[in-house]
């Protein structure tokens, strides 16, 4: 069966940092574009960081631009989602998600992804 789980949540003040790991069982996330994505108060999900398949290029959305980065792990087949220079309006819960796609570029669209992890809280607060 395949899997995501996500960590690295928690409470951080602002301006912190904070990096979120998504490992997979059951599948290479090798071949599989990954997409991270948050859920805020009150608010849909949202898709902010992706990474493309294999060596593909990452991509963050306005919003994070400049402050979060997507990365790979292969050797342990995991990716991670760092976040610097975090603001209150960051708190929320992150999600990773997977698909297989031979694309090099990835996408934010969260209707496209197949395989979700179950979240992990962040939570960005004085």
């Known amino acids: 069966q395949l899997q995501l789980v996500e960590s690295g949540g928690g409470l951080v003040q602002p301006g912190g940092s904070l990096r979120l790991s998504c490992g997979a069982s059951g599948f290479s996330l090798d071949y599989y574009e990954i997409g991270w994505f948050r859920r805020a108060p009150g608010k849909e999900r949202d898709g902010i960081s992706c990474?493309?398949?294999?060596?593909?290029?990452?991509f963050s959305e306005e919003s994070v631009s400049g402050r979060f980065t997507v990365f790979r792990d292969n050797a342990k087949n995991m990716t991670h989602l760092q976040m610097n220079s975090l603001k209150p309006e960051d708190t929320g819960i992150y999600y990773c998600?997977?698909?297989?796609?031979?694309?090099?570029?990835?996408?934010?669209?969260?209707?496209?992804?197949?395989?979700w992890g179950q979240g992990t809280q962040v939570v960005v607060s004085p």
């Open positions: 990474i493309g398949s294999g060596n593909g290029p990452s």
């Open positions: 998600a997977a698909r297989y796609s031979p694309d090099y570029v990835c996408v934010t669209n969260g209707d496209l992804y197949d395989y």
